[in-house]
């Protein structure tokens, strides 16, 4: 059973950094791209960017380009997005989620999320 | 980037219904289309993909169709556990984009 498990809630101040992890199972890690997606409470789904844990190559969405750092470590099955010089507008759920390939391949399995509340 | 809007931005319903949901891209993307369901509270789950087909496991009171830029996403016979609220995304180029969400509530 394909599984991602996202790391608990976190409450920071505002210019703080933010990592979250994203551990997976139940198939190879290095054969799927984890793309990590924003979502602000009450608002929709935003694209944030995806990592191919193969060679660890990403690619970013404009908005997050420069402030946002997704990685993955092979050696424990789990990929991480960390977010710098933390905003009151970056209080959201962000989420990862699976796909088979980069572009053109539709996801399959989410993590169950994990809630940023930048608060000071 | 691909502009995704879906309509209609809510919707109600009532149990045994079928409904439909629209959603159309600022440009072509072939059938790079997906949609997902979402509760509160919980991560989406992914319906379809390829604009028309089942992700595994999802039911078939579920389908898509559409091509290029509009895409509807059908749900025959409602029952409570299909209220929730729905995303069309594309997947066609980067950024990869959803639509604003389309909520379906019981009427």
């Known amino acids: 059973e394909v599984q991602l498990v996202q790391s608990g809630a976190e409450v920071k101040k505002p210019g703080a950094t933010v990592k979250i992890s994203c551990k997976v199972s139940g198939y190879t890690f290095t054969d799927y791209y984890i793309h990590w997606v924003q979502q602000a409470p009450g608002k929709g789904l935003e694209w944030m960017g995806l990592?191919?844990?193969?060679?660890?190559?990403?690619i970013y969405a404009e908005e997050f380009q420069g402030r946002v750092t997704i990685t993955a470590d092979t050696s424990s099955d789990t990929a991480y997005m960390e977010v710098s010089s933390l905003r009151f507008e970056d209080t959201a759920l962000y989420l990862c989620a699976t796909a088979p390939g980069p572009t053109n391949y539709a996801y399959d399995f989410w993590g169950q999320g994990t809630m940023v509340t930048v608060s000071s | 980037d691909i502009q995704m809007t879906q309509s209609p931005s809510s919707l109600s319903a009532s149990v045994g219904d079928r409904v439909t949901i629209t959603c159309r891209a600022s440009?072509?993307?072939?059938?790079?289309l997906a949609w997902f369901q979402q509760k509160p509270g919980k991560a989406p789950k992914s319906l379809i993909y390829a604009a028309s087909s089942l992700q595994s496991g999802v039911p078939s009171k579920f389908s898509g169709s559409g091509s290029g830029t509009d895409f509807t996403l059908t749900i025959s016979s409602l029952q409570p556990e299909d209220f929730a609220t729905y995303y069309c995304q594309q997947y066609n180029s980067y950024p990869h984009s959803f639509g604003q969400g389309t909520k379906l509530e019981i009427k």
């Open positions: 440009q072509g993307i072939s059938n790079y």
């Open positions: 990592v191919d844990p193969e060679n660890g190559e990403t």
